[in-house]
């Protein structure tokens, strides 16, 4: 999940993820967007995105990139199979209908391994690159495994970024002990952080987390610069003691990150037009500057 929102990339939910299905007896399945389009400009298959973003691959002498450990499973039409090295771990990513996996996955080995970057998803066991980077980023592969209750429990509930926020963008990135959301909401639209919050941490179906402290700037005197942007800052903890928390940033300013209209950006990537009339609508004076992620 870290992976997937780490990065600039623009698609039509949270992390490309159209929704994920849970049941008790199953592997999570993450249906994907469609096509995700990079802040450059190009556009891609989500599933190729999810790919280059997720499979490991080494910077010989430097790390590992994507996750290490990873390993396809099985390839069942447009179901990538995915597990963990030494473990019965299983995650099914769902490409859209047509998704060819196995012509995306021989396109990425050999970009990767015309570049002199050694793929590693094919290796039944952990690879030399794959340990020394353990050894040499020990503190951040520590930080990752004590987010793990995190990231699992998010993932499971990824649609309330997109169902109960008022944000067009979201992006997230891990440092320290803390992993960082940071949603936008454009100025003409009202900020709303509470839905989202009080959900995550619902009794029942929410994730063990409560507020530990915060900064909410929604009721300061207005500001005289458009351009402003205002943040409210909170922080959350787990309930339980575990170690690690989640930061949410609800940002309002202008709209940001792009020339081109968010509103279409985000209908060329699939977007449901009633998402886009709640955090993008038309009638407004910033139209020329909407933008969306």
Known sequence: MSKLGDGGAWSAHPLGIAHVRVRSDEPIVVHLDSHVELAQGDNYPMAFHALDRLLPYAEPGVQVNGVPGLRIAAIRGNSLHLTLVNTNSRLILRGIPGTSWNEFLDERWKSLDADGYPPLWKSPRLTTHERDDADSYRLVRQTELDMQWLGSGLLRRVALFHTSSSAYSTRSWITDDEWI??????????????????????????????????????????????????????????????????QIRFRSGPAMYTDDSGREKLLRLGAHTGWLDRVLPEDSNNSDEEAGR
């Open 181 to 246: 959301f940071e949603l936008d909401t454009r100025s003409d639209v009202r900020l709303d952080h509470d839905t989202l919050l009080s959900r995550l941490a619902a009794p029942g179906w929410g994730l063990s987390l409560r507020l530990s402290s915060h900064h909410c700037t929604c009721d300061d005197p207005p500001l005289p610069d458009s351009q402003y942007i205002r943040q409210c800052t909170y922080h959350l903890v787990n309930s339980q003691g575990l170690p690690c928390g989640m």
